[in-house]
């Protein structure tokens, strides 16, 4: 990925991230973990600018761990979290959008899931308990990060009902938290699906020439025999990325109106232009 792509990636996904805070979760008092969390119970208990306390609480975070995380991840991080923190401030002016808890519940952690999932593939860090996580895992690195930000997160949850003292609130940051943990690893995913073409042609020299030279794809070609014709033909074998089917599809029969297509998917593909997100 281009430094580019991935700085307006970052943007954009900071900037959803920032509206589904501002404008949906802090309002409506929803803590669903992490450094967000924080900020909505100081924003809700001491008046903090929810912008400034969850910027406060990662650089916080940072300098902790800085040892420990490293300068590049260190920089990396303070330029995501920047970027929440002041979209997070700007959109806290914003009249909230709706006073429905369980609406709130259902957008803010979809945005959130969603920008937080963009940033990641875009190789950002947005900081949050994340880092907290890090840290703890240097000092006990036998445990999955996975349950130590569950752990976290449960806690901050369980501060919330304390300091709240609404279970219904609390509850609905549960679902805040496996909403937004469930649509960042459907954006990932959904980065990560490409199309595998397999075709069946007797004209498999002339197809590869053709997809070599007008398209960034490689080709395999591969003996094969029809079993029930016993006739011998080429195999070619093509990774595709999302979109690139349907053009695919049309050079083939341009060259071959017999050719036989298959395509599946695949759900990573690393290496000759294809990229992992994670």
């Known amino acids: 990925m281009s430094k580019i792509k991935s700085i307006l990636l970052t943007i954009l996904g ?16 929803i803590v669903g973990g992490g450094a967000s969390g924080i900020s ?8 903090i600018a929810p912008g400034v306390s969850f910027f406060v609480i990662n650089i916080l975070f940072l300098l ?14 303070i330029f995501g979290v920047a970027l929440i923190s002041i979209f997070v ?10 006073e429905n808890t369980f609406l709130a519940v259902i957008f803010g952690g979809v945005l959130y899931g969603l920008g937080i999932g963009l940033g990641f593939a875009a190789g950002a860090s947005t900081g949050g308990t994340d880092i907290l996580g890090r840290l703890i895992q240097y000092k006990f690195p036998t445990v999955p990060i996975g349950k130590l930000l569950l752990i976290i997160d449960g806690i901050i949850i369980l501060v919330s009902l304390i300091i709240f003292k609404n279970l219904e609130l609390t509850l609905f940051g549960i679902i805040t938290l496996f909403i937004s943990s469930y649509t960042i690893d459907m954006v990932i995913n959904m ?22 030279s007008t398209s960034p794809r490689g080709v395999t070609i591969i003996d094969v025999v029809g079993a029930y014709t016993n006739d011998k033909k080429k195999m070619l074998f093509c990774a595709l990325k999302e979109g690139e089917s349907d053009a695919f599809q049309r050079k083939i029969l341009a060259a071959d ?22």
């Open 14 to 29: 900071t900037m959803i991230t920032g509206f589904g805070i501002g404008v949906f979760l802090t309002p409506n008092k």
């Open 40 to 47: 909505t119970i100081l924003y809700h208990t001491l008046k």
């Open 64 to 77: 902790i761990g800085l040892k420990v995380l490293g300068k590049d991840f260190t920089l990396k991080t």
């Open 89 to 98: 401030q700007l959109f806290s002016y914003i009249p909230f959008y709706t």
């Open 191 to 212: 980065l990560n699906i490409s199309r595998l073409a397999f075709v069946i042609t007797e004209k498999g020299e002339e197809i590869s020439n053709t997809l070599v």
């Open 257 to 278: 109106k017999d050719a036989f297509i298959v395509f599946a998917e695949s759900q990573r593909i690393k290496g000759n232009g294809f990229y992992i997100y994670k």
